[in-house]
């Protein structure tokens, strides 16, 4: 304490700038002061500047440096216990700027984990007390005391030495105080640790303290000194290698000069003793001196021993070296081919002067000769004078021989000319020759036949795969050459070992084998690269399955810490020996052995797998209740949820979900599963056809539906101006502030509507033509017809036969005059004509003969219901049969319809076009059983030629109008973007206005620009050019195609029109719906594929409004042909049945012909473009027409689907419908026909495209009449594109068949179905109705 | 399979400063909870109360859960928006709760809170244009993880009405007493 006390004196005295401290602390340094002299006596009579002092000196200690002197005399006591060497580090100093101070030498220390190095407090004292008497009195505690202090002092290299004063005062009986000390003490420790976070882990998966390292490996190359293709020459080539390596390392080094010049060290060393011996006089020096030479001339001897050691050992080695070389030279000269690489390249330098050499050699063997025969000497004496010694006490002894110059010369002779060479030897200097592959000669042919080898490695840091290098060829000197290095950053983990697997790669299969294991220990090395040689060795199992491998893998090792601060900073913490873990562990961690076992051993990686740990589980899924999977697989919440959802209908309308999973489970077994999975099942329920044309309608629809609604909100917005100040408001609806406010309070004064006008979204509203047209009045003028058949004579005869057997008939008929019995022969046929729409019906008079006259108007009115049906103008026969009962006053008649032949006008275009006029051509049957053509000569005299509107067809002039019509808005397709370039569509506008003052018909102009499938404009004559064709090269095939391609016919629809949607090939031919129109550019196309020349004619035709024809030019009589698309007939251009009504305007590819000719008529136009009186073409020289680019070029047909399945569909769908509709009589089929007339079904296809469009009688009718004589048979054959089921049966049930009275009818159906590609279908169904005849 | 349903109705909105309120609400749940029936979402009409400073939304809720695991409970989002004469809309309360862990009745207090305006002006903005600040992500109103930077004025209050049934927790060992 006074010592203390003075040293403040000084200290104050010392002082010059005093550290200024605010108030506040010392105002709390005071009271920290206060409180601690009451509580210990020690500061008692400090005062509280003399605290001060101190606290101060203890923050700002190092600053203070003239205060270092008093600082040593204020802390002794601490010195005392601590005895630090550098007391300013007694303080942690705050100073950031300055790294901390740390004693380099205690970096990097070796830490064992180890009994020996824990210290454990003991109770018996360490340190010997001399002074004190009562030594073994000390307390318990003071011994530990002392102890502390001892071992403390040991550490810090004291020597062990307490001072007395510390070992007095705690050894001090009575003083309990020590251990109450205010003071505060730091202890010094000169280490500064660095925090690391370790992640918890449990202790088997610890794995060492966490450091980033580094680990390159480069791997060099593998030698393989075992191999089933391992040659003698193998064997002599790596020996020659590995002597090689060995050579040039000793070469380097130069061991061999550098034991010569030490030995010439010592030898000067030891001559300048004995020297200086031989001065010194004085005793004692120089028994020491003695010694010293003595010592000095052993280590002579040793090293000379050790040169020629090794210069012999060099020597050999080069000995070997050329006659292994040797050796491989005579092999390969042996087997006249070479498979290794290695050459040697010897150069031998004589001795330039042999002279000098030869003296030199000399001068070296003398002066060794001379040394070692002292050498003998000094043993001889040695021996000798031990030999006298013993000779005092031991008699019999042989007395040791002198050494005899002669002998040692000799002997040293010898080992000069082991270890050295002659001088008149020439030196050898090898060279490693580089590698040369021109060397190496092939083999010979049988051993070629071994494939190829490649192998690669995998490398492993203990068992975690690292790694794998690309596959190598093994070369044929058994060299995998590899030059592949790659690098490995480690964070926390260190693996110990290097493990390299050896696989080998299969040319066979994928599965490569693993053939070896190489493992090296992996060690932090300095950043200098380890060469090292991994050896590795396999025993053959068996000779076939693995054979016996062998070698070497060159790789350099650097392995590093990337920075090399964090390395030294840690220590090398080492395991410690297994032995002494299994004694600190056995009875606690057993787990913790066997884990570090398992490490130990390197293992496959095969077999990695099982030793982790289970996976990784978070703990949200170790709480949860069940798994979601058990959740989403609950019966309950499936049904719940598919309710919830509304997808399912079977689960939408679900009342009721029972709460218990049991309840449920009867439920599920209830309702098949399906209708969860799927309700539309298309194998089943749809067939697949069906489907297809069902959405290919739906898609159309969707398709249309579409383009109009654009069409429309487009058009809208072209009208509407923009609303610039409205858009800028709406902009601003987010602003607020000041605007708004004002906007407010305008609304408020003037009573403006504040919110804001919006722009109503335009809702799509479906074109219904239902809502325009609510009642239709259909009048249909017949005027005449034409080749209407007349009944065959069968069925003729069967009348008069009827009638004959009638007996004696009343009737007038047959006692007519000749003509009329002549005509009543050939034409008697009373047909009449019905015009029926869905289910009303409305029938003329009945006319006589094959050409009648009506004269009579029908009239229809009622609703259209459905837009998707036809008007029909159907054609029947008449017939009357007269039935006689017993009683002759009853006659009954019995009539009978037979349906002859129908024609559809499709209800929009007819509420489209008003009105069609003028002579069509009923599609009659192919073949119509009961009937036949009616043949001129039968009829009448006059010669064909002369009765020019006689046709082999039946046509009909009629005038057909709807009341009232339905005007169809056209598609406002301008506004749609525009594909063509702007300086095209200004032309375009241009020479519309043109042309709109040149055209004798307005109507005649048909915008070019049209709007595709894709809701764009495009030119018309883009839509000209060639598509790949359906597998058909027949052009009559492809007319077919096309015609069988089913026009939708829907709702009164603005995309049908020139205005509407150009569907390209790719939209049509998938979905096999389109317009009228689009019919035409597909079958131009075709005919431009199939290389003929030909045009796309826009105009009207007769059913379909506004339609597209094909005008084509036959090859071979280079005349012009119409096609109409929609049947694939043909016509002439005079033809004036021609369904074609009138011509706008002619597309080529590369140009638009506008019809400029007064005449409308189609038969008088002129079809030749080039006439500028006729034609006006649209674009000229300065503006072409864009072409291509609308179709798909590569298009794919897809094949049909299976169509038996459809045939059964259709066969058993006609017979129910006829069954249901002849409700009062039962219905017979007769199955006995059918093969029959499924045989003339098969040939009428063919028929069919082969005949064109003539209406030939084939001899079918009369061939089955033959056949079956006594059957009255009226039958019929239809022919139509598959759409879908009803529309089949509406169509039979137009024909009427199925009004047989007759109780003894029987009906035979039959159905035929060509297939095209795409499921374009060419349904024939032949209808029979057979009545035996009685009688 | 564990059920949940909440039945009830949020109530009304009480002590907002605004007079014309509406409510987004929506009910958020972990991954383990499916949605069996019931709408997770919705806004009330715009209501206000003549007489006190109240709008009462009457807003029904009936939402079927059925879930995997307790995480993840399910909890209720509000956000309440004054709309102003010129319609404009602008939050001004931002409030979630927990469902309760208990079944039965339940009577919900949501404190709600509205994004402070930082300036002087913004609040001058706030008071006549309308429109005060709104979060841009609404993942705020129930994460904490960011919320430390806003600067929050307490608002009013949602009041909600609930009713808890749970069915088969039993079956998982969770008990209700």
Not at chain 1, 80 to 90: F, I
Not at chain 1, 1192 to 1198: H, T
Not at chain 1, 1209 to 1225: F, G, L, N, Q, V
Not at chain 1, 1269 to 1285: E, K, W
């Amino acid at each position: 304490m006074e010592r203390e006390a003075d040293s403040v004196k000084s200290k104050r005295s010392k002082k010059k700038h005093k550290t200024q401290t605010t108030r506040s602390y010392r105002k709390t340094e005071r009271e920290v002061q206060m409180l601690l002299s009451q509580c210990g006596k020690v500061f008692g009579q400090q005062d509280s500047q003399e605290s001060e002092a101190r606290s101060l000196q203890f923050f700002h200690y190092s600053d203070a440096n003239e205060s270092a002197a008093i600082s040593n005399r204020d802390k002794q006591r601490i010195d005392e216990v601590a005895s630090s060497p550098n007391l300013a580090a007694n303080f942690i100093q705050i100073e950031l700027s300055e790294p901390p101070i740390v004693s380099p030498q205690l970096h990097r220390q070796l830490h064992r984990y180890d009994n020996s190095f824990l210290y454990t407090p003991g109770d018996r004292l360490h340190l010997p007390l001399q002074f004190i008497d009562g030594g073994s009195d000390l307390k318990p505690y003071q011994i530990r005391m002392l102890n502390r202090y001892l071992e403390e002092a040991k550490a810090n290299g004291n020597g062990g030495k307490l001072s007395a004063g510390l070992v007095a005062q705690l050894t001090d009986s009575d003083s309990c105080r020590f251990i109450i000390d205010a003071t505060l003490y730091r202890s010094n420790c000169p280490r500064l640790f660095k925090g690391v976070f370790l992640a918890p882990v449990p202790f088997a998966q610890f794995q060492g303290l966490p450091t980033s390292r580094c680990l390159k490996l480069c791997l060099k190359q593998l030698r393989f000194s075992a191999h089933p293709q391992f040659l003698e020459e193998h064997r002599l080539a790596q020996q020659l290698e590995d002597l090689y390596d060995l050579y040039m390392h000793n070469v380097k080094n130069k061991i061999c000069k550098k034991l010569r010049e030490e030995l010439q060290i010592a030898r000067n060393v030891a001559a300048r003793l004995i020297d200086s011996s031989s001065h010194q006089q004085p005793q004692e020096q120089s028994s020491q001196l003695a010694a010293h030479i003595q010592r000095q001339l052993q280590l002579t001897q040793q090293l000379r021993i050790r040169y020629y050691a090794e210069s012999t050992a060099q020597r050999v080695l080069l000995q070997r070296l050329l006659t292994q070389w040797a050796k491989l030279k005579e092999l390969r000269k042996q087997q006249q081919f070479q498979c290794t690489r290695f050459r040697l390249s010897l150069r031998l330098v004589p001795p330039a002067d042999l002279d000098a050499s030869c003296s030199a050699w000399k001068e070296r063997f003398e002066a060794d000769l001379a040394e070692v025969y002292r050498e003998h000497l000094e043993v001889y004496y040695h021996r000798r004078h031990i030999w006298s010694s013993e000779q005092s006490s031991v008699s019999h002894a042989k007395p040791p021989r002198k050494p005899q110059f002669a002998e040692i010369m000799e002997s040293l002779k010898a080992e000069y000319e082991r270890a050295f060479q002659d001088p008149e030897e020439p030196r050898v200097y090898l060279l490693r020759l580089p590698n040369d592959e021109t060397t190496l000669h092939s083999r010979p042919s049988n051993e070629q036949l071994n494939p190829d080898r490649n192998y690669y490695l995998k490398l492993y840091l203990d068992d975690q795969f690292v790694a794998q290098t690309r596959s190598y060829r093994l070369e044929p000197d058994l060299h995998v050459d590899m030059n592949e290095s790659l690098g490995v950053l480690l964070n926390r983990s260190h693996p110990e070992q290097l493990n390299i697997w050896l696989y080998e790669k299969s040319t066979i299969t994928s599965h490569s084998r693993r053939l070896a294991l190489m493992s090296t220990p992996l060690k932090v090395t300095e950043r200098g690269k380890t060469v090292q040689k991994l050896a590795f060795q396999v025993a053959a199992t068996s000779a076939a399955v693995r054979p016996k491998l062998a070698g070497d893998l060159y790789l350099h090792i650097d392995y590093y810490c990337p920075d090399g601060a964090i390395s030294s900073d840690l220590d090398d913490i080492q395991k410690l020996p297994e032995t002494v873990c299994q004694t600190f562990r056995a009875d606690r961690l057993p787990m913790a052995a066997t884990a570090a076992e398992v490490r130990a051993t390197p293992r496959s990686p095969s077999d990695a797998g099982h030793v982790i740990a289970g996976p990784l589980i978070f703990a949200e899924q170790q709480l949860q209740l069940c798994g979601i999977a058990e959740l989403l697989q609950n019966r309950r919440f499936q049904l719940l949820h598919s309710r919830h959802q509304q997808r399912n209908f079977h689960t939408k309308q679900l009342s009721f979900v029972p709460a218990l999973e049991h309840e449920i489970v009867e439920l599920e077994e209830l309702e098949p599963h399906a209708n969860v999975a799927q309700v539309l099942d298309p194998g089943t329920v749809w067939n697949p056809i069906d489907l297809h044309k069902h959405r290919g309608r739906k898609f159309l629809h969707l398709l249309y539906e579409t383009i109009t609604s654009q069409c429309v909100q487009r058009a809208k917005l072209l009208q509407t101006p923009l609303p610039l100040i409205q858009l800028l408001g709406d902009g601003l609806e987010q602003s607020t502030g000041w605007s708004a406010l004002w906007r407010a309070l305008c609304s408020l004064l003037f009573g403006q509507t504040a919110a804001l006008p919006r722009e109503p979204t335009w809702q799509p509203q479906p074109m219904c033509a239902s809502d325009v047209v609510q009642q239709f009045n259909i009048s249909l003028q017949v005027v005449r017809a034409t080749g209407v058949p007349v009944r065959s004579r069968h069925i003729l005869n069967v009348e008069q036969q009827v009638r004959r057997s009638s007996s004696t008939g009343t009737s007038s008929d047959l006692s007519a005059s000749l003509f009329v019995t002549q005509t009543l022969m050939y034409s008697n046929v009373r047909p009449f004509i019905t015009l029926s729409y869905g289910q009303r019906l409305c029938r003329s008079r009945t006319a006589e003969g094959s050409n009648p006259t009506w004269n009579e108007q029908l009239q229809l009115t009622g609703q259209p219901n459905d837009l998707r049906e036809d008007l029909k103008i159907s054609l029947f026969d008449e017939m009357v049969e007269q039935q006689y009962t017993d009683e002759a006053a009853d006659i009954y008649q019995r009539v009978q319809c037979n349906w002859l032949g129908e024609y559809r006008v499709p209800m929009s275009s007819l509420l489209a076009s008003r009105k069609f006029e003028g002579c069509i051509e009923l599609s009659m049957p192919k073949v119509l059983v009961g009937y036949k053509r009616p043949l001129i000569e039968s009829v009448t005299n006059i010669s064909v030629e002369q009765y020019p509107e006689f046709k082999e067809s039946v046509h009909l002039w009629f005038y057909l109008s709807i009341e009232p019509g339905c005007q169809v808005t056209p598609l406002q397709i301008g506004g749609l973007a525009c594909a063509e370039l702007p300086e095209l569509q200004q032309f375009v506008r241009e020479r519309r206005l043109e042309l709109q003052q040149l055209l004798p018909h307005p109507q005649r102009y048909v915008e070019p620009l049209v709007c595709t499938s894709h809701g764009k404009r495009v030119c018309l004559t883009r839509l000209l050019e060639p598509v790949p064709l359906p597998n058909e090269t027949q052009l009559e095939r492809v007319c077919r195609f096309v015609s069988l391609l089913s026009p939708v016919r829907s709702q009164l629809d603005a995309c049908q029109n020139f205005q509407g949607v150009w569907l390209d090939n790719q939209a049509l031919l998938d979905s096999t719906w389109c317009s009228a129109k689009d019919l035409g550019v597909l079958l131009c196309n075709y005919m431009l594929s199939l290389g003929l020349e030909c045009w796309l004619v826009l105009g009207l035709a007769c059913p379909y409004g506004e339609c597209t024809f094909v005008i084509y030019r036959q090859p071979e009589s280079g005349d012009l042909l119409l096609v109409a698309p929609t049947t694939g007939k043909r016509y002439q251009l005079q033809d004036i049945f021609c369904p074609l009504t009138r011509v706008y305007s002619i597309v080529a590819a590369k140009n638009i012909y506008i019809n400029i000719q007064t005449e409308e008529r189609v038969s008088m136009t002129n079809f030749d473009v080039q006439n500028g009186e006729c034609w006006l073409p649209l674009f000229n020289k300065r503006q072409e027409a864009p072409q291509c680019g609308i179709h798909k070029l590569d298009y794919v047909y897809k094949r049909s689907y299976e169509l038996s399945q459809l045939q059964k569909h259709i066969e058993r769908k006609i017979m129910k419908k006829i069954s249901a509709w002849r409700t009062t009589r039962k219905t017979f089929w007769n199955r006995a026909f059918q093969p029959h007339l499924l045989r003339i079904l098969s040939e009428l296809e063919n028929l069919s495209t082969s005949a064109g469009s003539r209406y030939d009688e084939p001899a079918y009718s009369e061939e089955l009449e033959r056949e079956y004589p006594n059957c009255r048979l009226y039958g019929f054959t239809m022919n139509f594109a598959y759409t879908n089921l009803a529309a089949i049966s509406e169509r039979i049930r137009t024909t009427c068949i199925h009004y047989n009275n007759n109780a003894d009818v029987e009906f035979c159906v039959a159905v035929h179905i060509n297939a095209y590609v795409n499921d374009v279908l060419s349904v024939w169904v032949f209808l029979l109705s057979i009545v035996p005849l009685v009688g | 399979m564990a059920e949940v349903h909440i039945i009830g109705q949020i109530l009304k909105a009480v002590d907002f400063d605004e007079p014309h309120l509406y409510c987004k609400w929506s009910l958020q749940s972990g991954n383990a909870w499916r949605l069996v029936q019931g709408e997770l979402q919705g806004q009330t009409h715009v209501s206000s109360h003549r007489l006190q400073n109240s709008s009462d939304f009457a807003q029904p809720l009936d939402i079927h859960l059925c879930t995997a695991a307790i995480q993840g409970w399910p909890r209720l989002l509000v956000e309440v928006y004054a709309v102003n004469v010129l319609q404009q809309c602008w939050p001004v309360g931002y409030g979630f709760a927990h469902m309760p862990s208990t079944p039965g009745a339940h009577r919900l207090e949501i404190n709600t809170w509205k994004i402070a305006p930082n300036s002087w002006w913004q609040s001058i903005k706030e008071r006549f244009g309308g429109g005060g600040t709104a979060l841009h992500k609404t993942d705020l109103l129930y994460s904490g993880v960011e919320r430390y930077k806003l600067l929050t004025r307490s608002s009013g209050k949602i009041i909600v009405e609930l009713s808890l049934i749970f069915r088969k927790f039993e079956e998982y060992g969770v008990e209700f007493k």
